[in-house]
């Protein structure tokens, strides 16, 4: 946490930087269990996207809340949910999103076939959009993700016993994959609800340049 | 009662208003007729007519008061003298003789306008300077008319002048209404509807099971359609699908668009929608019918704002309408703001496409009581049951699934009263931080609900 507290806190913007996920043809994952924090998150990575056309999340539960994106910055006609429970319907659906949006955020439901994934991929590629992929279960196939971002933990803020409310909370992400070059980087994200949310690059593993 | 008067009887002083003894005192070779609002509404069809040759479009108020959109037409006919001179003459022709035009900014200004014309049209140059002039009765609210007077505004001059917050506060929506109008903001002209036989249909024997035969025959159908709408000016918003198959099945979908369907476009649409029944073995046995529907005709178009890029606008437009078609108009949805004190209630929902409706609670209100950002990423549909432990008034263990997770951190209750009038009990919501996330949730007539989780 000392490094933490030394590291220079740097906007939303600068995350592709820190960690160049968010990009036209790449997939980022999402990986971690419930409540790790991780929708708010994917959310609020849309909202660079969500610049330069309408976003898409594909919602296997159908509990999405949009406040929380456009907390985090995507304007409110900018974002579409397709709500999609039938598993048999999830890769098509997700398919035709990516042929016209610039990103999609879409929950994988459980089970999901790898050689699907991997065509889903393939297409966010060719059609350079980004696709997020947040699995609702286990794991995504290795290789698949251009960078995966792990949920090691959360802390909350503002509630003590009985007293206070949740401001805010302090999430701590492993990277891996070929975004950051092979090796691992730990993050750490600060989220107060207010503005989009902060990235505190933690640990020395990266790089001098991207280090913000 | 007199409702409506020619203008010869005009001449001999009769006016609408007028008891009929009145109006006979004063001239008594007067005719009067019973009204009959279905033959005056078939009379003035052929002066509806007449005028709709010229320019398309045009909105019937009323049996003998038209609105004629002219933006267009102004320019086509080389400006507004000669346009309305040719809508005069095309009116008198159409048996319309003595008929009063005005030419404004909307139909509001326009109507008052042609009121006040006498025996030739009145183009308004300057409709805002018209209005101010006109007292505040030609508004049609009596009531307001009567407490604005009170007050010292006479004239929709002195009405536009005040603040629309606080006519707004004093009279409510018709008092807005009121001060747009007076202000010379007025809505633009809605276009009578079409006839209701413009539907199209194929019948194929043998039914067809290839897609591409039915692709074909939806190209032509949607230029059939096309075609059809063509010559009353309308483009529809919204198409309906039907097919059906052999044994009298029928699938229908609607597809909706911001921007009016061309021929291509509804070829597109259908060739999709078939596509997605045929794959889900939608139409057995074949599709034997075709039918295609315009629902909707208005003219409502839609702009692109500066820096919206028209391609890749239609490459999304595409997208989305293509996961429309597999998982219906009701799944693809889009959201706005709206007042509300839990989450779920902040959110106003509607159908990608389709232009929504105006928040039914005001999301600038401040909502005293409602939960603190930042919100929950998940609410789900309906508030699940949660089984909590309790220690005093504290909680202190959840149950996630199978396990039960200690409550490290917890904040609350947030008392919602609830609708009480509708029978909704009060509740209270907990915010609880355990070791496997955060969530929100409400405790009802004793029984706990999940409302949310924090992920």
New interface residues.
């Given amino acids: 946490m000392a490094e933490a507290a030394r590291a220079e806190v740097v906007a939303l913007e600068a995350f592709p930087r820190v960690v160049p996920g968010v990009e036209p043809g790449r997939v980022l994952g999402l990986v971690g ?8 998150l994917g ?1 609020a990575l849309l909202a660079g996207p969500a610049r ?3 976003v ?1 999340v594909v919602d296997v ?8 994106a ?2 985090a910055g995507v304007a ?2 900018r ?6 429970p ?1 598993r048999s ?1 999830w890769g ?2 997700t398919a ?7 990103a999609v955020y879409a929950e994988v439901p459980a089970g999901a076939d790898e050689a699907l994934l991997r065509r889903l991929g393939a297409l966010a590629r060719a059609r350079r959009s980004a696709l997020l992929l947040r699995p609702l279960r286990g794991a995504l196939p290795s290789g698949l993700a251009h960078l995966n971002l792990m949920g090691e933990a ?1 802390r ?1 803020e ?12 302090r999430l701590t992400l492993r990277a891996a994959g070929r975004g950051v070059g092979g090796s691992e980087q730990v993050l750490e994200v600060l ?4 503005d989009a949310l902060r990235v505190v690059p933690r640990l020395a593993a990266a790089p001098a340049g991207r280090a913000v | 009662m007199v409702l409506a008067v020619n203008g010869l009887a005009a001449a001999a002083g009769v006016a609408a208003g007028m008891r009929r003894r009145q109006a006979e005192a004063l001239c008594p070779a007067v005719v009067t007729l019973a009204a009959d609002p279905a033959a005056d509404a078939a009379a003035f069809e052929v002066v509806a007519t007449a005028v709709e040759d010229l320019v398309p479009r045009v909105e019937v108020a009323d049996p003998g008061l038209l609105f004629v959109p002219v933006s267009g037409a102004v320019g086509y006919y080389g400006g507004e003298v000669p346009l309305v001179a040719r809508v005069a003459a095309a009116v008198d022709e159409a048996g319309g003789q003595g008929g009063r035009l005005g030419l404004a900014d909307g139909p509001f200004a326009a109507r008052l306008a042609a009121a006040a014309a006498g025996d030739g049209p009145v183009v308004l140059a300057d409709t805002r300077a018209f209005l101010a002039s006109l007292d505040v009765a030609v508004l049609g609210r009596e009531e307001m008319a009567a407490t604005l007077r009170w007050l010292g505004v006479t004239t929709l001059g002195a009405l536009a002048a005040l603040p629309r917050e606080a006519v707004a506060s004093r009279f409510g929506l018709p008092g807005l209404e009121a001060h747009r109008l007076a202000a010379g903001e007025d809505r633009g002209v809605r276009p009578r509807s079409l006839p209701e036989d413009l539907a199209v249909e194929e019948r194929f024997d043998p039914p067809l099971r290839d897609l591409e035969q039915a692709a074909f025959a939806a190209r032509s159908l949607a230029h059939r359609l096309i075609e059809g709408l063509g010559p009353w000016g309308g483009a529809p918003h919204r198409v309906v699908v039907e097919a059906g198959s052999p044994s009298g099945e029928t699938r229908s979908r609607t597809w909706r668009s911001a921007d009016p369907f061309g021929e291509a476009e509804v070829a597109e649409r259908v060739r999709w929608q078939l596509r997605a029944w045929v794959e889900s073995g939608g139409v057995p046995g074949g599709l034997a019918v075709l039918r295609l529907a315009p629902a909707d005709r208005s003219d409502r178009g839609r702009q692109l704002s500066l820096g919206e ?1 028209a391609a ?2 239609l ?6 309408a ?2 429309q078609a ?2 219906g108009p009701e ?7 709206q007042g509300g004190r839990r ?2 209630e ?2 106003q929902w509607h159908r ?1 496409g389709e232009p929504a409706a105006p928040p039914d609670r005001d999301p600038r209100a401040p909502w005293p009581g409602r939960l ?10 309906a508030p699940r049951p949660l089984e909590v432990e309790w220690d005093g ?2 909680p202190e263990r959840v149950r ?1 699934g199978s396990r039960w997770e200690p409550v490290l ?4 209750p947030w008392r919602q009263t609830g609708r009480w009038w509708a029978g909704e009990g009060p509740a209270d919501c907990y ?4 070791s ?4 929100l949730f409400e405790v009802r007539d004793g029984s706990c609900y999940l409302a ?4």
């Fill in positions: 269990p419930p409540g790790s924090g991780l929708t708010r959310l330069r056309g309408p898409a539960r159908g509990w999405l809340c949009p406040p929380a456009w907390e409110p006609e974002l579409v949910v397709v709500r999609c039938e319907l098509r659906v035709a999103l990516l042929e016209g949006l610039p959360v909350w503002g509630a003590g016993s009985g007293h206070g409310r949740i401001t805010g909370r989220d107060d609800g207010s | 890029d890749s606008e490459e999304a437009t595409r997208a989305l293509r996961a597999l998982v799944a693809v949805l889009q959201a706005r703001p989450p779920g902040r959110v990608w603190p950002g930042p919100s929950p990423a998940l609410v789900p549909p008034g504290s996630l951190a917890w904040a609350g915010q609880v931080v355990t496997a996330g955060a969530l949310a989780v924090y992920d």
